[in-house]
């Protein structure tokens, strides 16, 4: 089946740890998107990529880093510097970026604090 | 930042009712689109919308395109267990890099059989 898969489902870290949360597609799609979802709130930016090899910061991208190397994968890392990483973290794809392409989404990855 | 004013925050309604959600913003946008959230998932797009004036239906949910481009709204009809969940809206606006998605806050919406 075609679709986003995000793993792992449920990520603990522990302070002063980076983890890697990781974001496959199989549907052929050029752009590539990670956002933050916190409780009673709307989705928010981190990052974003148009094609392998590139990628732009977003609304909130500080404490956070990403990587483009293969088209089918998009995977963030959430660093130390991060100070309030607990929330759940939504993985997206669209066939070209930004375009009337609607966005499809992954099932997402929650990270809580040790 | 941008942001979109999504209403009502929750609804709480019995089986079989219609129900009516809004979003609306100072902003124009060429593009509005709509998503549910089930609890622990990802969204999943119910309906876009690209033109002013614009209706479009997906079985019991209709959504509509403001003629002045600064808001949309959602409607269920005749609701079931089923439609519980988180909906958001998401306006897009162009420019010559394309437009990122502005999110709403959520509407959640509680059925009771």
């Known amino acids: 089946d075609g679709g986003i898969t995000q793993s792992p489902k449920y990520l603990f870290r522990k302070e002063g740890q980076n983890v890697t949360l990781s974001c496959e597609q199989n549907?052929?799609?050029?752009?590539m998107y990670w956002y933050r979802q916190d409780p009673g709130q709307g989705l928010r930016l981190i990052y974003y990529?148009?094609?392998?090899?590139?990628?732009q910061k977003g609304d909130i991208a500080e404490g956070y880093s990403v990587s483009r190397e293969k088209k089918e994968s998009f995977p963030l890392t959430v660093t130390s510097a991060q100070k309030n990483p607990t929330a759940f973290y939504l993985c997206?794809?669209?066939?070209?970026?930004?375009?009337?392409?609607?966005?499809?989404f992954g099932d997402g990855t929650r990270l809580s604090i040790l | 930042g941008q942001q979109l004013n999504q209403s009502p925050q929750s609804m709480f309604i019995q089986e079989g009712e219609d129900v009516s959600m809004n979003c609306t913003s100072s902003?124009?946008?060429?593009?509005w689109l709509w998503y549910k959230q089930d609890p622990g998932e990802g969204p999943v797009l119910l309906i876009a919308?690209?033109?002013?004036?614009e209706l479009t239906s997906n079985g019991r949910l209709t959504a509509q395109f403001g003629i002045t481009r600064k808001d949309s709204f959602l409607n269920i009809s005749a609701s079931i267990p089923s439609d519980v969940g988180i909906y958001f809206c998401?306006?897009?606006?162009?420019?010559?890099?394309?437009?990122?998605?502005?999110f709403g806050q959520g509407t959640e919406l509680s059925v009771k059989p």
């Open positions: 997206a794809s669209s066939r070209t970026a930004f375009s009337n392409q609607p966005q499809h």
């Open positions: 549907l052929n799609h050029d752009a």
């Open positions: 990529s148009q094609i392998v090899n590139d990628f």
């Open positions: 902003s124009i946008f060429n593009t």
């Open positions: 919308l690209y033109k002013a004036g």
């Open positions: 998401a306006g897009q606006k162009w420019n010559n890099q394309g437009g990122k998605l502005i």
